[in-house]
């Protein structure tokens, strides 16, 4: 057995930078920019239409079309070769997004509704895991893949479950069904999770805490959040944030778990060690989001150069809708089995509801005001 | 995934040490870099207006 050493190649390898040349990635970022827009715009014509036309029909928000753009392209023509490195690049602008949109929070705000998701997220980590882990074991997955499945649905889809990999030493396989399985999921939840919560009747903030505590993979969170209004998509954004810093915890535990049992490296010994681990996994842009709240704090910005910036990570956002349009390959996610896709459906409804019972008990019987 | 990556093309070794070494740094660094760097532009007051 061997001791874990933090190699740099372990840490992260998302599929975002597959090319070393730059002029790679024009065309794909091109077509990004190209099917924002066009979903930004039809957005725009949409609603003059139905003006026009006398239609009584529902305000399609362009975090839609431009999700549904790119599936259309993607399902249908398909995607060329050429444009795979720039459109694999999504996850760079989300995470731009991300960082700038601090703007908008005070750090007051974040201190409490960070720390009100931090309670929530524990509570509904430790039920949803645990059933998926239960389902995973039922539907006779192996015990990595539920592990996988479990620290995707529960912590940060796609980046945990890479996180994950080296440290429990999955197979490539299983790293492969888990992935699938939960961008079918984040796609899935997509198109459910707003009209449900219109349904219901939740306000944006306990929407965008519900978005942000269900959905699993950081784009589709935000895409989730963003379709139901911009304030949800704000505080989705933020609740998730606060999810992936947790990402180090979660994968540390069930890296102990599985080297107890021999099926992993062991972790060094000493609490150093263990910092160096957690340190390594956490989501570094959430300290680049925090840094940016701290100078809308200071008031270092002024009110059209806080604008300009909230702006700024709206069109971030815009590609990255874009591209969680273009990288869902429905046929790749069909040829993951049925297996690994009914656990991780039952994950979603679990995750689902047990994360709008919490949202619905602390905002309408506990009162810890969400319901704003 | 990766299959379909183009090929690189005329790589030397200084080269492929350089970009090694930017390749280190984390897409999160890099991501917070460069929203950094436009923040930066925002408090001197300097970034243009972005309409939405």
Known sequence: MTTTRIEPEETIDEPTFTSRQPLHYVPGILLLIGVGLLGKYAQIWWKALAKHEHWTVPDIEYVLWAIVIGLLITNTIGLHRTFHPGVQTYDFWLKIGIVLLGARFVLGDIAKLGGLSLIQILVDMTIAG????????????????????????????????????GAIRARNSDVGYAIAAILALGAVALFVLPPLGHAIGLTDREFGFWAGLAVDNTAETTATGYLFSDHAGKIAVLVKSTRNALIGFVVLGFALYWAARGQADEIAPGAKAK???????????????????????????????????????????????????????????ARTGWRPLVVAVIGLVVVASVSLGIVLLTSRVLHWGLGG | MNKDVPKDSGATPQRDGRLGQIGSVSLDWWATLLAGVIAALAVADVLPKIPW
Do not use: E, Y
């Not at chain 1, 704090?297 to 956002?317: E, I, P, R």
């Open chain 1, 275 to 333: 910092a160096a681990f957690i340190w390594d996994k956490f989501p570094k842009f959430v300290l680049g989001f925090l840094a940016v709240s701290a100078i809308a704090t200071a008031h270092w910005l002024s009110k059209g150069q806080t604008a300009n910036l909230a702006n700024v990570s709206k069109w971030a956002f815009l590609l990255t809708f874009a591209g969680v349009g273009l990288n869902t390959d429905i046929r790749h996610i």
């Open chain 1, 130 to 165: 645990t059933i998926i882990i239960l389902a995973a074991r039922a539907f006779g997955l192996s015990g990595k893949l539920g592990s996988l499945l479990a620290i995707g649905t529960s912590i940060c889809g796609v980046s945990a479950i890479v996180a994950a990999k």
